[in-house]
DNA sequence: GCCAACGTTGGC
DNA sequence: GCCAACGTTGGC
C-alpha cells in the first residue's frame, strides 16, 4: 500500500510543533476537526506510517516546522460529546460518532522552518492547496513529490 | 483588527 | 432544494 502524505494545520498559541515534540511519547490525538472533508481525509484515507507536514496557521509566521507520523488511524473523537468541551457537538455521542481523530507523533523537526511565504515563491508548489488564496482546509493531501520537496526546504 | 473566502444553518 | 444569513478561518 502506497504511503500517503498530508499537511495538517494547527495554531500555535493552542498547540504547536515544539509543543508536540516536547510531549511524553511525542505523540498526540488530533481531536477537534469539525469539518466534514478534513474529517474524511482522516477518516477514509490516512494510514499508520503516513507522514504529514505540521504547519502552524493563524501567526506571526505561518509556516511548515517539521513532519510528524500518523501512529494511530481514525477513532471517534470523544471531545465531541463532552458538553465541556470547545469542540462539543450535540449531534455526536459514543454511539453514533459524527466526528473522528487519529495520533499524531513527532518524526523530525526541520533545521529551517518553511514559512508560507517561502511556499508562494517555489513555483513547484503552486498547486498545492496551502499557498492557494481562500484554502481553509485543515488536513490536506498533499503529493510525494511536494512533501520530499518541502523536507528539503527544511534541511532535512 | 480587517476582511475575503468558505462552510453550515435554517427558513421557505 | 435554494439561498441568504451567519460563523469561522487565516493571511495580512
Not at 500555535?12 to 498526540?28: A, V
Not at 510525494?144 to 526546504?153: C, P
Request: with cysteine; aromatic share 12%.
Amino acid at each position: 500500500m502506497a504511503k500517503n502524505y498530508w499537511l495538517i494545520k494547527s495554531e500555535p498559541s493552542t498547540f504547536s510543533f515544539d509543543d508536540l515534540k516536547k510531549r511524553t511519547g511525542q505523540t498526540e490525538g488530533w481531536d477537534g476537526v469539525r469539518n466534514y472533508q478534513a474529517r474524511n481525509f482522516m477518516r477514509y484515507h490516512m494510514q499508520v506510517g503516513d507522514l504529514a507536514l505540521f504547519y502552524h496557521s493563524s501567526c506571526a509566521e505561518p509556516g511548515v516546522a517539521g513532519i510528524v507520523e500518523i501512529t494511530k488511524s481514525a477513532y471517534p473523537d470523544p471531545s465531541s460529546w463532552d458538553a465541556k468541551s470547545p469542540y462539543f457537538d450535540s449531534k455526536s455521542s459514543p454511539d453514533n460518532p459524527r466526528w473522528f481523530m487519529v495520533n499524531v507523533t513527532f518524526k523530525s523537526e526541520f533545521k529551517n522552518f518553511v514559512s508560507l511565504k517561502a511556499l508562494k515563491e517555489n513555483d513547484n508548489l503552486k498547486d498545492m492547496k496551502v499557498v492557494q488564496k481562500g484554502q481553509r482546509l485543515s488536513i490536506q493531501p498533499v503529493t510525494r513529490e511536494e512533501f520530499s520537496l518541502v523536507s528539503k526546504m527544511g534541511g532535512l
